[in-house]
Nanobody
Framework: VQFVESGGGLVQPGGSLRLSCAASGFTFSRYAMSWYRQAPGKERELVAQISSAGGSTNYADSVKGRFTISRDNAKNTVYLQMNSLKPEDTAVYYC?????WGWGQGTQVTVSS
């Protein structure tokens, strides 16, 4: 099982980024997918989830209305569109199907002026 996250970077407050996660090693279309993030000195936290077919999503209260999770099962890829970014969104972002399967390298998102 492998997860390769990309799309992070440095952005000003109020800006946008689109993260991608390419997954392999399992039947992607059969699993719900999640995005997590971990800020320096903090625990990893769940940000967003999407059902296997993409019809159902859930978000942490802190990102609701600003972030959108989506997936393309033909490409084995899950996305996280992040709008109206805030400094407190600064973290390393990871995707996951099962946390017991381990983590990719993550992608760093830094929101700063």
């Amino acid at each position: 099982v492998q997860f390769v996250e990309s799309g992070g970077g440095l952005v000003q407050p109020g800006g946008s980024l689109r993260l991608s996660c390419a997954a392999s090693g399992f039947t992607f279309s059969r699993y719900a997918m999640s995005w997590y993030r971990q800020a320096p000195g903090k625990e990893r936290e769940l940000v967003a989830q999407i059902s296997s077919a993409g019809g159902s999503t859930n978000y942490a209260d802190s990102v609701k209305g600003r972030f959108t999770i989506s997936r393309d099962n033909a490409k084995n890829t899950v996305y996280l569109q992040m709008n109206s970014l805030k400094p407190e969104d600064t973290a390393v972002y990871y995707c996951s199907a099962r946390t017991s399967w381990g983590w990719g390298q993550g992608t760093q998102v830094t929101v700063s002026s």
